[in-house]
């Protein structure tokens, strides 16, 4: 269970910390790419991993 919360937000947090350090060195382009990834990684293991939380199956019998 901590693997997979750790799968979810590890890489978004460390994401995060890249994009404000970015923002404090201004070096506003590196930022804006690392706030769009964070985003997009966000969307995207919250939907995969909330999937595999919920014990959801695609199964269509």
């Given at each position: 269970?901590?693997?997979?919360?750790?799968?979810?937000?590890?890489?978004?947090?460390?994401?995060?910390?890249?994009?404000?350090?970015?923002?404090?060195?201004?070096?506003?382009?590196?930022?804006?790419?690392?706030?769009?990834?964070?985003?997009?990684?966000?969307?995207?293991?919250?939907?995969i991993c909330?999937?595999?939380?919920?014990?959801?199956?695609?199964?269509?019998?």
């Amino acid at each position: 269970m901590i693997g997979i919360l750790l799968l979810m937000f590890g890489p978004a947090i460390v994401f995060l910390v890249i994009a404000i350090i970015g923002l404090i060195q201004k070096n506003k382009k590196m930022a804006k790419i690392f706030f769009i990834l964070t985003g997009v990684y966000l969307l995207i293991s919250l939907g995969i991993c909330g999937i595999m939380l919920a014990n959801f199956s695609l199964d269509t019998k």
